[in-house]
């Protein structure tokens, strides 16, 4: 492409060895780049992101659980792991009767989608921990 400089990579799964490479790349020993300052932030950058990855894995496998239990059909996993995603930006951003009114929304929303109301329930209380909002 006219314009364009250097060779750019497709965007491909971002795993932390994904972004340690990205960073290597970038970095050339040589140049002002590699300070220990830089490679400190990398390094605590990569730190963050592993742990994230591990937080988000342990509640996905959770969710899995559930619905395997509850025999939900594999082509309905998205549209599970899809609540499963919203549970986890509530637990960040809300808690105690807040976060359990939330996640009732929540669930209500998806059950308008189609999604069993007793599966979802069961994900917001084994996986999340989260209990029903009181009346």
């Known amino acids: 492409m006219a314009g364009q400089k250097g060779n750019h ?15 290597a790349a970038k970095m050339n020993t040589g140049t ?11 390094d605590e950058h990569l730190r963050a992101f592993a742990q994230e990855a591990a937080y988000s894995e342990t509640y996905t496998i959770k969710a899995k659980m559930v619905m395997d239990a509850a025999a939900v ?42 999604l069993n109301q007793t599966v979802l329930e069961t994900i917001r209380t084994q996986a999340w921990g989260v209990g029903a909002p009181t009346p």
């Open 32 to 42: 002002d780049y590699a300070t220990p300052a830089f490679l400190l932030a990398r």
């Open 9 to 23: 990579m497709a965007r491909s799964p971002k795993s932390v060895g994904h972004r340690y490479a990205v960073y």
């Open 73 to 114: 059909t594999t082509a309905l996993y998205p549209m599970y792991l899809a609540f499963n995603h919203g549970m986890g930006k509530l637990v960040k951003k809300y808690t105690g009767e807040s976060l359990r009114v939330a996640a009732a929304d929540l669930i209500a929303r998806f059950v308008g989608s189609g």
